[in-house]
């Protein structure tokens, strides 16, 4: 059974601090991996995907994948209150049907 | 930008009823794939589809559901006989290559 695993939080940070999330997951054979964000009653929005060994930035997003280690984060740099919400980590498999497998979503808070 | 559209955006049953829920995933997306997450739980993978049959399914995905592409434009999930259970946010999802792209959901309510 693959598995995604997140700390469900919430992680409260304050503004203009920098928030990490982290992801870890149990199939090895993994190569693709998201960063989703979800606000209360809405769907998962994209935010980062990741296919490679090491960091990706995207604007304040940046995503870090350790491919030995099993395990995914996110670092939020600049955080605004607009940013709190449920993360999504979110893992495929070999296969080629791309069902993603989703974490349980980590909350992360943002206080002005 | 182009979005993935779903009908309707709640719908209220009664148990045992048939429920017909409609997608318009991205006009050049090949895949498309329905999720559902109960309240207060995971995003869980239905089914995803392409070149108009089923390519996967979890084992939620029982002989009450079905999918459908009726035309060059609809997605449609069936639950045959609504349960209490199903009471949930139906998510239609598409993609091209990499990256999946989400609906606003339809939120099922069963009574």
């Known amino acids: 059974q693959k598995e995604v695993e997140q700390n469900s939080g919430p992680l409260s940070v304050p503004e203009g601090a920098i928030a990490s999330l982290n992801c870890t997951y149990s199939d090895r054979g993994s190569q693709s991996f998201f960063w989703y964000r979800q606000y209360s009653g809405k769907s998962p929005e994209l935010i980062m995907s990741i296919y490679s060994n090491g960091d990706k930035e995207d604007g304040r997003f940046t995503a870090q994948l350790n491919k030995a280690s099993q395990y995914v984060s996110l670092l939020i740099r600049d955080s605004q209150p607009s940013d709190s919400a449920t993360y999504l980590c979110a893992v495929n498999g070999e296969d080629s049907s791309y069902k993603l497998i989703f974490g349980s979503g980590t909350r992360l808070l943002v206080r002005p | 930008e182009p979005e993935v559209t779903q009908t309707p955006s709640h719908q209220v049953t009664q148990m045992g009823q048939e429920v017909i829920l409609r997608c318009v995933p991205i006009?050049?997306?090949?895949?498309f794939y329905w999720y559902r997450q109960i309240l207060g739980q995971k995003v869980e993978f239905l089914v995803s589809?392409?070149?108009?049959?089923?390519?996967?399914k979890s084992e939620i995905f029982d002989d009450q559901f079905s999918v459908e592409r009726p035309d060059g434009s609809n997605f449609t999930l069936k639950i045959r006989s609504t349960k209490l259970e199903d009471s949930a946010m139906y998510f239609c999802?598409?993609?091209?290559?990499?990256?999946?792209?989400f609906g606003e959901g339809s939120r099922l309510t069963v009574l």
């Open positions: 999802a598409s993609r091209e290559q990499g990256e999946l792209f």
């Open positions: 589809f392409y070149n108009n049959e089923i390519s996967e």
């Open positions: 006009s050049n997306h090949l895949y």
